[in-house]
C-alpha cells in the first residue's frame, strides 16, 4: 500500500493497510523531500524477511519437512515467493508515484513474526502530498495489485504443480478459501479433483494463495484500501455512498460464516471445536472493527480531485480491478478443523 506519515499497514488479517494522501494540487511546486532513509528501508526488509521465514518454519515444524529437505529449506518455499509478490505489489505503488511526479518513499515492510499468518502485516509507501489528480489516484491505486498478481498467479501455478492430491483429512487440518480464481487455477494445473480427495498444498502454492489473499484484501472497494482509491477515482463522490454499504457487508460476512460454522457445533451436527468454529468465523467482524480504527484515524472520505476525465482504458483498467476483488473474494479465508 501507499500512504501518507499518518496512516496504518498492508493487510494481514491482523493489519491494516495505510493510505496514500497529499495536501497540495499537481499544479502546486513540490515540497521538499527529507533524504531517503536506505538503511532503515533495508533493515525493515531484512527483519521482515526473517520474520517470515522464522514463522513459516514454526508452521511446518509439526508435521516437518518431507524427506530431502531442512524445516529450512521447507520454508523458504513460502517465505521468498511470498516476499517477492509485496515487494513488487510496492513497488507498483512506487514506480506509479514517482511516474506522476508525487513524491514517494520506498517500501517499509513490517514484520510480525508468528502473530501474522505470514509473519508480516505488509509494507508501507509514504506519501508526503494529497493527490489530487484523478488520473493518478487510479494509477498508483492499480498499480500494485496488478504488479502483484503478475507474480502470484505464475508462483501459485507453480506451486500448485508441486502439490500433491490426496484424500482430504478428517480433522487436524486447515482449509484455504476458495475464490474464483483460486478454483480456476486449480481446476486449469490439476484438472478436476475428486469428491473427499484435496490439494495438500506445497508451501510455494501457500504463498501463491497468500498474494491472492493479500491483494483480495487490498482491493476491498471501501476507504483508504486500494480498491477504494480505485472506486473513488472511477465513480467520484457516489464511492462514498458505496462504500457504506460494502462496510455493511463485512458483518453479512461474518453472518455467513457464523451460520456455517458455529451453528453447527452449537446444534451438534459438527465435530469441530466450537473454539475453532468461532476463530474461523471472526475474520470478517475483525475487518469490520479494523475499518472503524481506519476511518477515525486515516479517513473513510476520499478529498475531491480534480475534474479530469478518465480515459476509457483507465475506466476499463478501474472496472477490471474491481471485478478482481469479486474474483478474488474469500467469504471464508482460513477455517481450522
Not at 210 to 234: C, E, K, R, S, V
Not at 236 to 260: D, K, M, P
Request: proline share 10%; aromatic share 10%.
Amino acid at each position: 500500500m501507499a500512504n501518507d506519515p499518518t496512516a496504518s499497514v498492508f493487510p494481514e488479517p491482523l493489519g491494516a493497510p495505510p493510505h496514500y494522501e497529499s495536501t497540495r494540487f499537481q499544479s502546486d511546486p513540490p515540497p521538499s523531500r527529507a533524504p531517503t532513509r536506505f538503511r532503515v528501508h533495508l533493515l525493515l526488509f531484512g527483519l521482515t524477511v526473517l520474520s517470515m521465514q522464522v514463522t513459516a518454519m514454526y508452521l511446518y515444524q509439526s508435521p516437518g519437512a518431507p524427506p530431502g529437505y531442512t524445516l529450512a529449506s521447507w520454508a523458504a518455499y513460502q517465505a521468498i515467493p511470498l516476499i517477492s509478490i509485496l515487494l513488487v505489489h510496492e513497488l507498483g505503488h512506487y514506480i506509479a508515484a514517482r511516474l506522476h511526479g508525487v513524491p514517494a518513499s520506498l517500501p517499509y515492510f513490517l514484520p510480525l513474526p508468528i502473530v501474522a499468518l505470514f509473519g508480516t502485516l505488509g509494507a508501507v509507501i509514504t506519501m508526503d502530498d494529497r493527490i489530487r489528480s484523478r488520473k493518478a489516484l487510479l494509477d498508483i491505486g492499480a498499480a500494485g495489485p496488478i504488479a502483484g498478481m503478475l507474480v502470484a498467479v505464475p508462483v501459485l501455478c507453480w506451486g500448485l504443480s508441486l502439490s500433491p492430491v490426496e484424500p482430504r483429512s478428517l480433522a487436524n487440518y486447515s482449509q484455504e478459501g476458495q475464490s474464483i480464481v483460486y478454483w480456476l487455477l486449480k481446476r486449469l494445473v490439476l484438472g478436476p479433483i475428486p469428491a473427499d480427495y484435496d490439494v495438500q498444498l506445497h508451501p510455494m502454492a501457500f504463498a501463491g494463495w497468500g498474494g491472492l489473499f493479500l491483494t483480495m484484501i487490498n482491493l476491498l472497494p471501501w476507504g483508504q484500501l486500494d480498491g477504494g482509491h480505485i472506486a473513488f477515482a472511477l465513480l467520484g463522490e457516489r464511492q462514498h455512498r458505496i462504500a457504506t454499504w460494502v462496510r455493511r457487508g463485512l458483518l453479512l460476512a461474518f453472518a455467513y460464516n457464523v451460520v456455517t460454522l458455529v451453528l453447527p457445533v452449537l446444534l451438534g451436527k459438527s465435530q469441530q471445536p466450537l473454539e475453532l468454529a468461532i476463530a474461523g468465523s471472526a475474520f470478517w467482524l475483525v475487518w469490520y472493527g479494523i475499518t472503524a480504527l481506519m476511518s477515525r484515524f486515516s479517513g473513510a472520505l476520499h478529498p475531491p480531485f480534480e475534474p479530469a476525465p478518465l480515459s476509457m482504458g483507465r475506466k476499463l483498467v478501474a472496472g477490471a480491478c474491481l471485478l478482481l476483488f469479486v474474483l478474488l473474494f474469500l467469504p471464508s479465508p482460513l477455517v481450522l478443523y
